[in-house]
């Protein structure tokens, strides 16, 4: 069968850019296949060479409105029959999930300040989120969300905050993101692409559980997670919050003023023993392995270097690491079998440290016996010489 794309062909020679746009920009986008065309979104007759192609019989759409772009794209991105043909590899069913996020919800009932497809994927420029130039690509998806998010004019009828992407961009997920962390997450990672809608307060649990598994399970089988849902209390989120998730050492445990726990517990008698507990715990073995890591650094200072230092450091800091996501059980009885691995951690530092101390001090002791003798030599090859002059003057005299 010949393949005919009249309307690109057409368009491609006009001389208004805005008629021409679209035919270039075509051709360099996923949808340049011929079975899909310019006609499968705006219908017409591609086989007429001439404006008669704006066939009303063939239902030509020149604009397609924001209510019924989704139902174009999702007429093919639902049909699992036809995408298979094209490309198998493609999930399909955006258009379900896109239908009941409220940016769906919105833009079904004509909102333009809600994105259709086109507001994130582009219309005639449609490239795969692979590719560095899609709008939606991992690189550039925050930008995009923000180009909606973060207008204050667009977003003050809805009465909602605008402060998302400068949080996230300066939180623990958007430092790690911007040091290229291929798992750390962007609008996207928590709030899904095409089911953008505020996660109710068990999702907002899935959310971050999904990456931080160990901890969700700490948290399950602690107190907090019946007492929270009773209370209607967003699970992760009522501690490290949303957009600006601190990294975690600067959440603190304890009864001091500025310590996460008083938040909710300032009177409860039970709590501020548990967070006493843990605070004394997690202080005592920081304290142990900042004490190792200061006697490496006194022994580099001097000069020495020691074998496997830096892997039994390694070992403390990965043993401090295990210990803090045990802090969601609320049990310090639970907390001290980790402790115990930072503590084993920190005794084998020590203890390389002090060999090499050790092997120090005698190669030092090593080194005066050898001067100490060089000297003797020395003198008593001098006696010797001055012996032997004296007797060549006298001999001589
Ligand atoms: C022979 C050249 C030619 C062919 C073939 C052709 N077009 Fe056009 N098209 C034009 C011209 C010229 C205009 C502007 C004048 C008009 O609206 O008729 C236009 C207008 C349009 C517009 C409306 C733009 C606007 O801003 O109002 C759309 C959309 C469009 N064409 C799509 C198509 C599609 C889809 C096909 C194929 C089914 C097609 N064209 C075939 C020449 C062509
Ligand atoms: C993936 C769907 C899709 C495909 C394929 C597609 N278009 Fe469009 N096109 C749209 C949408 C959506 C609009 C926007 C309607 C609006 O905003 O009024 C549009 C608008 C246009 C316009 C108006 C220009 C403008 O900026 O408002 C022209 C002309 C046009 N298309 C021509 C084409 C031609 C020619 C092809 C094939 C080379 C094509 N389209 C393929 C979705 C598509
Ligand atoms: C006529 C059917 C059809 C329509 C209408 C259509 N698409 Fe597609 N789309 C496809 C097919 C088929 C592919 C796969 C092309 C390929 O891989 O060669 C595709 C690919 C894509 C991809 C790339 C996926 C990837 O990972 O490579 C995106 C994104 C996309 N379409 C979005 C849209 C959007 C947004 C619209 C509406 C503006 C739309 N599509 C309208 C059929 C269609
Ligand atoms: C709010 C922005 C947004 C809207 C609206 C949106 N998408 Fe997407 N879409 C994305 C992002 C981001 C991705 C990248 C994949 C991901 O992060 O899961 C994507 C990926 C895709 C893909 C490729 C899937 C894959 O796994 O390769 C297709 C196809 C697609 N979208 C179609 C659509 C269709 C059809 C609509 C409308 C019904 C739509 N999108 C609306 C943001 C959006
Ligand atoms: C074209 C502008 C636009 C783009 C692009 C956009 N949004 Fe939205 N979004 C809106 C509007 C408008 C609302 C509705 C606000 C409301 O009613 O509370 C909304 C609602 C939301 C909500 C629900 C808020 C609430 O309180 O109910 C979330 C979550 C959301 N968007 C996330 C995203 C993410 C993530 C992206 C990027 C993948 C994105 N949005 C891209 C305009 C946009
Ligand atoms: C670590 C997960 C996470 C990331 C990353 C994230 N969000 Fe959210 N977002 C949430 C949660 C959870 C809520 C629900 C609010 C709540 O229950 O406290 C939310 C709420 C929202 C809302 C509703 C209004 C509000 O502020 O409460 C919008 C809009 C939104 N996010 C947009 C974004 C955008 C844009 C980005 C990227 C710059 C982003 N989010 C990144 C988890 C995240
Ligand atoms: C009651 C408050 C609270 C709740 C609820 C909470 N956390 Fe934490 N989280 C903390 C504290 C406190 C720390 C830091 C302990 C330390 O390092 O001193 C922490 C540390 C972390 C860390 C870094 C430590 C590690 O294990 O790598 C992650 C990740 C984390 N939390 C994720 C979560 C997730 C996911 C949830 C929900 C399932 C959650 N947190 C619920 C208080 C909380
Ligand atoms: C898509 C995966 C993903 C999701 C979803 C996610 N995180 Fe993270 N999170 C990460 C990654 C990756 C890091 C960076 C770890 C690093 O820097 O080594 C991180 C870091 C953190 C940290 C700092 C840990 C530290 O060592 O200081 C905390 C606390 C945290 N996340 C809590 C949360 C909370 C709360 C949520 C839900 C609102 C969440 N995360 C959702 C992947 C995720
Ligand atoms: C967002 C509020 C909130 C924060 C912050 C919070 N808690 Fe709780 N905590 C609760 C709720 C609600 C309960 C359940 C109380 C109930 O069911 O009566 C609870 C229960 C407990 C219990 C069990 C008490 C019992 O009677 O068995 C302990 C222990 C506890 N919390 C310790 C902590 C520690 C330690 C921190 C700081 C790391 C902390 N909590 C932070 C709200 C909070």
């Known amino acids: 069968m010949e393949a005919m794309n009249t309307c690109a062909s057409c368009h491609a020679t006009l001389n208004d850019a ?67 043909r094209i490309n198998g590899r493609l999930p399909v069913g955006q258009a379900a999930l896109f239908n009941l996020s409220l940016h769906g919800k ?46 204050e004019t667009r977003m003050a009828k809805y009465g909602i905050r605008t402060d998302q992407f400068a949080k996230w961009e300066k939180s623990a997920h958007g430092v790690a993101f911007k040091k290229g962390n291929p798992n750390a997450p962007t609008c996207t990672g928590c709030h899904g692409a095409h089911a953008s809608a505020p996660p109710d307060a068990s999702s907002v649990a899935h959310a971050c559980g999904r ?62 023993k548990a967070a006493d507990d843990i605070a004394a715990l997690l202080r005592g073995a920081r304290e142990r392995a900042a004490e190792a890591r200061a006697a490496v650094a006194r022994a580099r200072d001097r000069g020495q270097h020691i074998t496997g230092a830096g892997l039994a450091l390694d070992h403390v800091a990965t043993a401090e690491m295990k210990v803090r996501g045990v802090v969601h059980t609320l049990d310090p ?19 390389l440290v002090a060999d090499a101390e050790r092997a120090r001090l005698l190669e030092r002791r090593g080194y005066y016996v050898a ?12 006696l010797k010489v001055v012996q032997l002059d004296r007797r060549r003057r006298r001999g001589g005299a």
């Open 18 to 84: 805005k008629l021409r746009a679209p035919a270039r920009e075509f051709g360099g986008s996923v949808h340049r296949d011929d079975r899909i065309g310019c006609v499968g979104c705006h219908n017409g007759d591609a086989r007429d060479p001439t404006v008669g192609a704006h066939s009303k019989a063939a239902g030509f759409d020149p604009h397609p409105t924001h209510s019924q772009v989704p139902v174009i794209c999702g007429g093919c991105h639902s049909d699992a029959g036809f995408m298979r």
């Open 106 to 151: 919105l833009s079904a009932a004509g909102d333009p300040n809600a994105p259709d497809c086109s507001g994130c994927h582009g219309k005639h420029d449609v490239l795969s989120p692979t590719s560095p130039r899609s709008p939606v690509n991992r690189a550039n998806v925050a930008r995009l969300c923000s180009g909606c998010h973060s207008e």
């Open 211 to 272: 990456c931080h598994e160990e901890e969700m399970a700490f948290f399950e089988q602690s107190p907090h997670s019946q007492g929270f849902r009773k209370r209607g209390l967003a699970q992760c989120v009522a501690c490290h919050s949303n957009h600006d998730v601190a990294p975690a050492s600067a959440i603190l445990v304890g009864t001091t003023p500025d310590a996460s726990c008083m938040k909710c517990h300032s009177h409860d008698e039970k709590p501020r």
């Open 333 to 351: 009885a639970r907390m001290e079998a980790r402790i115990g691995e930072i503590d084993r951690a920190v005794a084998e530092t020590l203890r």
């Open 371 to 382: 001067l100490g003798l060089a000297g003797l030599l020395l003198l008593t090859l001098t």
